[in-house]
C-alpha cells in the first residue's frame, strides 16, 4: 500500500492505494463517527456493497446503504434529494460519515451531499473506476447537473480520505479503463514528461490491469492533480492546466450527445488536437505531435476527431467554462510535460479543426 498526501487550504487527507484496500475501509471511519452511510449505484453494490459493508461492520457503527440508479442521467437533483431523504429518514445526524462507492457520478453526487447535509458532513472516497481513482476523486470537486448545464451545482468540499482499491478494476469494461487512461496520459503531458514516457512504456501492461503498473500510475496521477490542486484549490488559475484536451474534448461530448463517446475517450481525442493545435501556436515539434497520438490510439481511445462542421465546433467550444469574454482559450504545450494556458490564433484553430473534416 502507498500514500499519498493531499493537502489544501480546504482540509488534508491521504489517498491510501493498493490492493484489497475495500477490506480495510474502518480504519478510515473517524471514531467520533455515529453512523455510516455507504453511497453507491445498482451495478457496483451487486460486485462490492456485501464486502464493503462487512468491512465497515467492524467499526461496530450503525451502518446503512444508499443505492441509486446508475448513469450519469442520474446525477441530478431528484437523485441528490433521495440522498437527503435516506439520510433525514435515520435521523444521521452531523456527525454521520458518508462513504462514496463507485465512479465519478456517485462520487459528485456523494461529496456534494455530504458538503450540504447539515451544513457539511464528513464524507470517505472509495473511487472503483479508473477515472474516479486518478482524477475525480482527488481535488474536492463536487457537483449534480442541471438540465440547462453539467456540473453546474456544486461545491468544493473535500473528503476525509480517498481509498483506491486497484482490484476493483478487475470488473470494469475496458472502454472505461481506456478512458481513465487518457487521464493518466494527460499528467505526463502535462507536468511530467519522465512519466510520459513510463507511460509509453508501460502502455501493455496497463491495459492488462497488471497490479505493479496499475499502482504506479494510479499513484503518480494523484500526486500530480495533489500537487496542482494544493497550489490551486479553487481554480483561479494553475488548475485550469488539467483541462488539457478537454476543450476539444467537452465539444465532442455535447456534439455528439452526452453518452456516444465516453468523457476519457472525448478528452483522448481532444488531446491529440490540442497537440495539433500547440504545433500550431507554439512550435510543439512533429515528433511529440506524434507521440500523443500514437499514446491515444495504444490507450485505446480515438484519435480521429468526429466531422461537426467547423463553425459547429467553436460554438460547442465557446460554451465551455473557460471562454471569457468571447474569447476562446487553449491550454497548449510548448513542449511534453510543460502547459500554458492561452488564447489561440482563430486561423491556427481553423486549420485543426477542418482536419476533423478531411479524415
Ligand atoms: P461513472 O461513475 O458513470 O462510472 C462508469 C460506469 O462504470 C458506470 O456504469 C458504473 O456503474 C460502472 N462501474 C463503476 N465502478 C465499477 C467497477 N469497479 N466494476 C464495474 N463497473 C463499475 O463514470 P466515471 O467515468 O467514473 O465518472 C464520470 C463522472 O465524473 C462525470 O459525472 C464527471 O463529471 C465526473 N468527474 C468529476 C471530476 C471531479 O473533479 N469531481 C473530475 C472528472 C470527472
Ligand atoms: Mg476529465
Known amino acids: 500500500m502507498t500514500t499519498v498526501q493531499v493537502d489544501t487550504p480546504g482540509g488534508s487527507y491521504p489517498i491510501h492505494i493498493g490492493p484489497g484496500r475495500l477490506d480495510h475501509l474502518a480504519h478510515s471511519i473517524p471514531q467520533d463517527a455515529t453512523a455510516i452511510a455507504v453511497v ?82 464528513r464524507f470517505l472516497q472509495v473511487p472503483t473506476t479508473l477515472l474516479a481513482q486518478v482524477d475525480s476523486s482527488v481535488g474536492g470537486k463536487t457537483a449534480v447537473n442541471h438540465p440547462l448545464g453539467k456540473n453546474m451545482i456544486g461545491a468544493f468540499y473535500q473528503p476525509i480520505g480517498v481509498e483506491v482499491d486497484i482490484d476493483v478494476l478487475a470488473t470494469l469494461p475496458q472502454r472505461e479503463v481506456s478512458a481513465g487512461l487518457a487521464e493518466v496520459i494527460k499528467y505526463g503531458l502535462i507536468i511530467d514528461a519522465d512519466f510520459f514516457a513510463w507511460c509509453e512504456q508501460n502502455v501493455a501492461a496497463l491495459r492488462r490491469l497488471e497490479p505493479a503498473a496499475l499502482a504506479h500510475a494510479i499513484r503518480r496521477s494523484c500526486e500530480l492533480k495533489a500537487q496542482v490542486v494544493s497550489q490551486d484549490e479553487r481554480e483561479s488559475g494553475l488548475r485550469a492546466i488539467l483541462n488539457f484536451g478537454h476543450t476539444f474534448g467537452h465539444a465532442i461530448e455535447s456534439g455528439l450527445g452526452y453518452g456516444e463517446w465516453l468523457h476519457g475517450e472525448a478528452v483522448g481525442c481532444g488531446m491529440v488536437q490540442a497537440a495539433e493545435l500547440s504545433q500550431a501556436c507554439l512550435g510543439l515539434d512533429g515528433a511529440s505531435v506524434e507521440r500523443v497520438r500514437a499514446l491515444v490510439q495504444a490507450i485505446g481511445c480515438p484519435v480521429q476527431a468526429p466531422d461537426l462542421g467547423t463553425s459547429r465546433w467553436i460554438d460547442l467550444m465557446q460554451v465551455d467554462k473557460k471562454t471569457e469574454g468571447g474569447t476562446l482559450r487553449f491550454v497548449l504545450l510548448p513542449e511534453i510535460g510543460r502547459a500554458v494556458f492561452q488564447p489561440a490564433p482563430e486561423a491556427a484553430l481553423r486549420a485543426v479543426l477542418e482536419r476533423a473534416a478531411t479524415h
Open 40 to 121: 453507491t449505484n445498482s451495478t457496483v453494490a451487486a460486485h462490492y456493497a456485501q464486502r464493503v459493508q462487512a468491512a465497515l461492520e467492524q467499526t461496530g457503527k450503525r451502518l446503512m446503504r444508499i443505492e441509486l440508479p446508475d448513469g450519469e442521467a442520474y446525477k441530478d437533483w431528484q437523485t441528490l434529494n433521495l440522498i437527503y431523504d435516506a439520510l433525514l429518514r435515520n435521523r444521521l445526524d452531523r456527525r454521520a460519515v458518508l462513504v462514496a462507492l463507485g465512479g465519478g457520478v456517485v462520487g459528485d453526487i456523494c461529496g456534494f451531499a455530504a458538503a450540504t447535509y447539515m451544513r457539511g458532513i
